[in-house]
């Protein structure tokens, strides 16, 4: 039993000097950021800070749209660096954003903040002030952001350009038309970036209206004109009217109705042709010339109609259409469709050059302001050659080919001058109509007549 006893104790006392181990517990999950905040440039961009971390920790965004994390998803132990990328702050207010980082049961929030971005513009003067016989004009700009302009304040009488200003120094070109009235006019340019709006003054001194015969060329004088200055009643002693069902030439949906107040009229010493809804058809007119000439200088100046549907046409066909068309030939001065506003041509059209070919010789132009004021329209028309006219400008020109045939040139009888306003059509209508427009009126000041 002695040396039992001996035994245990002594194991006893081996086990007393070399207890088990118990391991160490972990330590406690800990983040922490190199700034209390993550600022982020109102202009948007990317902004970072360093994060350190004992462990394993994820990171989600509070859901916000205006930014995104670049990079990391997740935290992990050491220091890393976390990205954010924001959005332009263009609101009229500041903004914050929360991001959440958590290890299990514990969690930690940094703070986003955004300023609100105020985008700035300045100009080298605050009103541009353009000649009335047109000119451009060139304004310096400064920017810190993009710039558009509000494009409902331009008009036909002036245009920019760029229409958006970009970030930085730049140039601003505004350039002027021809004013042909003797008073000023005047718009603001509204540019906006985000909510926020600078204003530029745009002015045209007065021009000068054109005068009748202002264009007409050397060595003609005037042998016949219509002023409009009588009472409508007068209107058939120099013209006469078509009465014809719709659909008669171009598939055109209006009906031309004789001598009626409605549909043509003097007023304020011009003519009114008025195209109309007249119960379920369109009415409108379309008026000769009582007279006819071979060769001479014809001119007309008019205020076409506004609105998708419209066909304006100021032109001249022959007495004799024997031959029937294209073969008598056609001469149009001035036409324009509604849906391409502001874009005039001229025409001729022979069994040679016709629209049914598609071979019809033709020019067109941009007339700024052609449904907002007058234009003179005008043709020159001699044995070899005619030319046609926008304000004084040649627009189209065709030469007798001196080859004798009718098929070229038909040109060599007398014609007479035609005054309409057709509604729709193959070409008027070749993109629809908007009967919204109606009524929709063409004015013309004057028609003329000048011989060698």
């Given amino acids: 039993m002695t040396r039992m006893s001996y035994i245990l104790s002594f194991l006893f006392l081996l086990v007393s000097c070399n207890p088990v181990p118990v391991p160490e517990p972990e330590p406690e999950p800990v983040i922490s950021f190199s700034a209390d905040e993550l600022v982020v440039s109102p202009e948007g961009g990317e902004a970072s800070l ?17 930014y995104s994390l670049s990079s990391p998803s997740q935290i992990y132990s050491g220091e890393s660096i976390l990205k954010v990328s924001a959005e332009p702050n263009y609101t009229s207010a500041a903004r914050t954003a929360s991001i959440r980082f958590t290890n299990g049961s514990r969690s930690a929030t940094l703070r986003l903040s955004q300023a609100f971005f105020v985008p700035e ?24 952001a993009s710039w558009t302009v509000d494009e409902s304040d331009l008009d036909f009488w002036f245009s920019v350009t760029p229409k958006t200003i970009t970030r930085g120094e730049g140039e601003l070109k505004v350039k002027f038309n021809r004013s042909y009235v003797d008073e000023k006019r005047s718009a603001k340019l509204h540019f906006r970036s985000g909510d926020q709006v600078k204003t530029l003054t745009v002015t045209q001194n007065e021009g000068e209206p054109v005068a009748p015969g202002a264009y007409v060329p050397e060595g003609y004088q005037l042998v016949w004109q219509d002023d409009f200055s009588g009472a409508s009643s007068t209107l058939v002693q120099k013209w006469r009217y078509e009465d014809w069902a719709p659909g008669r030439v171009n598939h055109e949906l209006q009906r031309y109705v004789p001598d009626d107040r409605r549909t043509s009229y003097t007023q304020d010493g011009a003519l009114y042709i008025v195209a109309r809804k007249d119960g379920g058809q369109v009415i409108s007119a379309r008026m000769n010339s009582r007279e006819s000439w071979l060769y001479g200088y014809f001119e007309a100046a008019i205020w076409l109609p506004k609105g998708k549907g419209t066909w304006p046409a100021f032109w001249m066909m022959p007495d004799d259409q024997s031959k029937g068309w294209p073969a008598c030939g056609e001469i149009d001065i001035m036409e324009e469709v509604g849906v391409d506003a502001n874009v005039t041509s001229s025409s001729i059209h022979c069994e040679a050059y016709n629209h049914v070919k598609n071979t019809q010789k033709t020019a067109s132009r941009n007339t700024a302001g052609a449904e907002n004021e007058y234009h003179v329209y005008a043709l020159e028309w001699t044995a070899d050659y005619i030319k046609s006219y926008v304000d004084g400008e040649l627009l189209l020109e065709y030469r007798n080919d001196q080859a004798g045939r009718d098929s070229t040139w038909p040109f060599n009888k007398k014609f007479y001058l035609t005054l309409n306003l057709a509604w729709g059509g193959d070409w008027g209508g070749y993109a629809g109509v908007d009967e919204s427009a109606l009524p929709c009126t063409m004015k013309v000041d004057y028609v003329r007549v000048y011989k060698k």
């Fill in 50 to 66: 360093k994060v350190a971390a004992n462990s394993t920790w994820s990171v989600a965004t509070d859901g916000q749209s205006w």
């Fill in 121 to 144: 513009l300045s100009f080298s003067q605050d009103e541009v002030t353009g000649d009335g016989a047109g000119c451009e004009i060139v304004v310096k700009t400064s920017a810190n």
